[in-house]
């Protein structure tokens, strides 16, 4: 509709003669898109984008759809046609369409209005379970059909259903889907990062945008996955992924980049398409020959056009095996393969910076760097990685100063020297899940409690204190027609679904069992809407399974660079311990600044100055240990042959 109709000038002279056009990015106004979607789907069925909404000048909805062409053709009304059909009606059947406009807030607020129900437990989990084995794909990995998306909070709630019950079918799924996906085109071979989705069930033909905030879940999702495999696959995809972003994505302040377009020259993929031809000539022989059968390069192209469906002697590279495999294949050693892949994909980077680069839109979300602050925290502790965690500790700083609203709380967007549009839930949510994980990655206590600052903040200004959950609309708004509450995990996990799994942490790490309360009351409040298709929840249901249990309380009472305290973090950030707090105390003769935010650590020792790690279960702690293999055997649920500590 952009190409066709709002650069067209016939077609911007009949709108601005009828309507005051607005074109709103759904990015940056979360809020409305939600409202209008539902006005969209209630009046025709379905919905979708690009969203059409028609309203009175108080913005009420009376008329809705999606993509409509300039001119009618094919049974479809024509922009150009319903334009002028509005006029004629306003002018003749005001009344009517007022009245219309009236039904469709009635209806949407009546959807705001969700009925508390029972207590979930263990049982919703399998549920869950139960669903997402249905609708898995056992060829391809991934869920449902084409088109495919990622859905990384179905892998991770995956990973913590097996490491509550020891299914190995739930980790096999996980582990068939990120390898598929990594194999796949939906993977950028070359320059990496993942694409949006994939248009066909088996990973290979992208929709090739690049959204910043599937890297940072996908990312969170194979850290994870490593932690239980350890992976080298895994492990790579994960500094791959992160290059990619700091180079491509970053902003010179220490924020990122919202996403890359699908196209370029107006042509969807081109900037990531090869011939044949074009790569033999930009690599030596041997590389040549490498790369060719290693990403299935075919002489006749293996990519359809998208109009025509017809190969049209272009390549998306792809793999169907490992290196090793393909350098058997070619009588290769497998080191030299190595080095020669290195080399080529350089160059062949190197070649297509030459491109025109699909357009970037280079607005920064606090929410979406929320998402890229956990992952990048999580990279940094779990690859031992210093080079992560300070660029996870620019970003924050980038959020904390720049984002800041000097009247309270944060804003939403930042382009060009300029933050606006006060924040949303998601933004409050994701940022103090990045808060979290960059505390437990760095252990300074000023990232906890801006962390409880915004929790504060949170729970002030949008939350429904009748029903429980939160409103994504602060109560300091003035705008909206409604103020909404949404719980479905879908291709973002909902700001619901990570405030009540950051209500548990930081329960645990305070002690405060009224942020406990509120994260039960999510799971009331939307327990009949979760009950119905608990697969669909999956972030809130690992939330779920964080506050049923069993969790622990980690502490570790030492000096950071001291032998013992750094093998016993090490052990922590080596264990795949989903449902854990970790905190640790500094030994300093004065009361470090933990024991205020944490009370219960104030009890927590060193034994002998030596450093200590206590592992404790909703605030029962059993016997410290200064002994590296005891701790893991603590971790691991263990009792240690004796009962005292040395």
Known sequence: MEKESFEDQEVATLLNEIFIAIKVDREERP?????????????????????????????????????????????????????????????TRREELLRMAEKNLAVLKAETVIVPGKELGVETLERAFQQLTEWYDEQEG?????????????????????????QQTAWRMVERTL????????????????????????WFLPHFEKMLYD????????????????????????????????????????????????????????FYLWSRQEILEALSPEEGR?????????????????????????????????????????????????????????????????????????????????????????????????????????????????MQNPQGGLWHRYREG???????????????????????????????????????????????????????????????????????????????????????????????????????RIVTGFANVILASPANYTQLLSALDFALGPSQEIVIVGRRGEETTEKMLTVVEESFIPNKIVLFRPLTKEAPKITEVAPFTKELTAIKGRATAHVCQNYQCGFPTTDVKKFLQLLKGRKSSTSTST
Not at 179 to 202: C, E, K, L
Not at 444 to 456: E, G, P, S
Not at 464 to 483: K, M, N, V, W
């Open 215 to 270: 890297q940072a879940l996908l990312v969170t999702a194979y850290l994870e996955a490593y932690q239980i495999s350890g992976s080298a696959l895994y492990r790579q995809t994960v500094e791959e992924v992160f290059t990619y972003l700091v180079t491509v994505m970053r902003d010179e302040n220490g924020g990122f980049y919202t996403a890359e377009d699908a196209d370029s020259e107006g042509v969807e993929g081109k």
């Open 418 to 520: 300029e933050a606006a549009i006060p924040a949303f839930l998601e933004d409050y949510a994701f940022l103090i899940w990045g808060l979290l994980e960059l505390y437990e990655t760095t252990f300074k206590t000023k990232y906890l409690v801006a962390a409880l600052d915004f929790n504060a903040f949170l729970l002030q200004y949008f939350l429904d204190t009748e029903q429980g959950g939160f409103f994504q609309l602060s109560a300091q708004s003035r705008e909206g027609l409604i103020r909404k509450k949404e719980v479905y995990d879908g291709a973002l996990p909902s700001g619901n679904s990570v405030a009540m799994l950051n209500l548990v942490r930081l329960a645990r790490i305070t002690g405060n069992s009224s942020l406990l309360e509120e994260a039960q």
């Open 290 to 402: 490498l790369v060719c059968s290693y990403f299935n390069v075919d002489e006749n192209g293996n990519y359809q056009a998208e109009t025509s469906r017809e190969k049209i002697g272009d390549n998306i590279l792809f793999l169907t095996g490992e290196l090793a495999g393909t350098a058997e294949q070619l009588k290769m050693d497998l080191e030299t393969a190595k080095q020669l892949l290195k080399s080529a994909r350089k160059k062949l980077f190197s070649l297509r910076e030459k491109r025109v680069h699909p357009h970037k839109d280079d607005k920064i979300l606090t929410d979406w760097n929320g998402l890229l602050l956990a992952a990048l925290a999580k990279g940094g502790r779990i690859l031992k990685e210093q080079r992560w965690t300070e660029v996870a500790e620019q970003a924050a700083n980038f959020i904390l100063t720049k």
């Open 142 to 166: 991934g869920f449902g059909y084409a088109p495919k998306f990622p859905t990384p909070h179905n892998l991770c709630f995956l990973m913590r259903y097996w490491k509550r019950t020891g």
């Open 31 to 91: 809020d409305l898109d939600g409202i209008y979607m539902s006005v969209c789907q209630a009046m025709t069925g379905s919905g979708g984008w690009p969203l059409t909404v028609l309203m009175t000048p108080d913005q009420k909805p009376f008329f809705a759809g999606t993509y409509f062409p300039k001119k009618s053709s094919f049974g479809r009304i024509g922009l150009m046609e319903l334009a002028k059909k509005i006029k004629v009606l306003w002018e």
């Open 179 to 202: 390898t598929a996906m990594r194999y796949g085109g939906i993977y950028d071979q070359i320059g990496f990062g993942f694409h949006r989705y994939s248009t066909d069930n088996r």
